[in-house]
């Protein structure tokens, strides 16, 4: 049996998709951190941190997204989402280190704080310190893009599948992704793929 705790507005969907790619069967358990569920003491007894998603699969119990994302892929993705070379999988690390430690917060912030979060949670100065952290970010990813189609071994990877659904966030919210040249195609290629488009309908 496979649980993803968490909401699939939420940074969930980033494994929903991938387990989507992968073709596993999982059940949603609703878990809403605004209506303070992951401060519940069931549900910090499975993630300490009180943030989603926590992902359960027979006995492992596992959080924070990049890692859940990697064991999935890693476990069933071979030659699919994953690398099949230890240079591959280095470099796909490489754009999963690089998405969920760096483009992850500036790319959520704006989103929530330009208009996702009720409005008096939400503080300029953090979207202003999305939008000036954000840029040299997507510079680096535009310049690596030019003549790729995809990030690593130009095929599509869990590295592409999570840095697409972090770019998302700010796509949704009217971010100025066009003028990327070799970035945003990319993004597009990605977030058409059908089942991603299916996501995105919910
Ligand atoms: N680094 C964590 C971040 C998870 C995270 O911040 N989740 C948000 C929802 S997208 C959350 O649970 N927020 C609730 C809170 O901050 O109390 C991961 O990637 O899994």
Redesign the pocket.
């Known amino acids: 049996m496979r649980i993803i705790h968490?909401?699939p507005y939420?940074?969930?969907n980033?494994v929903i998709w991938a387990m989507k790619e992968l073709g596993l069967d999982f059940d949603v358990n609703p878990v809403n951190?605004m209506k303070g569920e992951?401060?519940h003491p069931d549900y910090l007894a499975l993630n300490p941190?009180?943030?989603?998603?926590t992902l359960e699969e027979g006995d492992l119990i596992l959080?924070?997204?990049?890692a859940?994302n990697m064991y999935l892929a890693k476990t069933y993705g071979d030659g699919l989402l994953w690398a099949t070379d230890p240079q591959q999988e280095a470099q796909i690390m490489q754009w999963l280190a690089f998405g969920?430690i760096n483009l992850?917060k500036p790319a959520?912030n704006y989103l929530l704080h330009l208009n996702a979060l009720p409005e008096e949670m939400r503080s300029e100065a953090k979207l202003e310190e999305a939008k000036t952290d954000i840029v040299p970010l997507l510079e680096i990813l535009d310049g690596h893009l030019a003549g790729k189609d995809y990030l690593v071994d130009d095929r599509f990877t869990i590295a592409d599948l999570s840095l697409a659904a972090i770019l998302d966030y700010p796509r949704k919210a009217g971010y100025d992704l066009a003028k990327y040249s070799n970035l945003f195609p990319w993004l597009t290629r990605c977030l058409e793929r059908p089942i991603r488009v299916d996501m995105n309908k919910m």
Do not use: C, K, Q
Request: proline share 9%; aromatic share 10%; hydrophobic share 30%.
């Open positions: 968490g909401s939420a940074r969930t980033y951190p992951t401060r941190n009180g943030l989603i998603p959080w924070e997204t990049m859940i969920h992850d959520v």
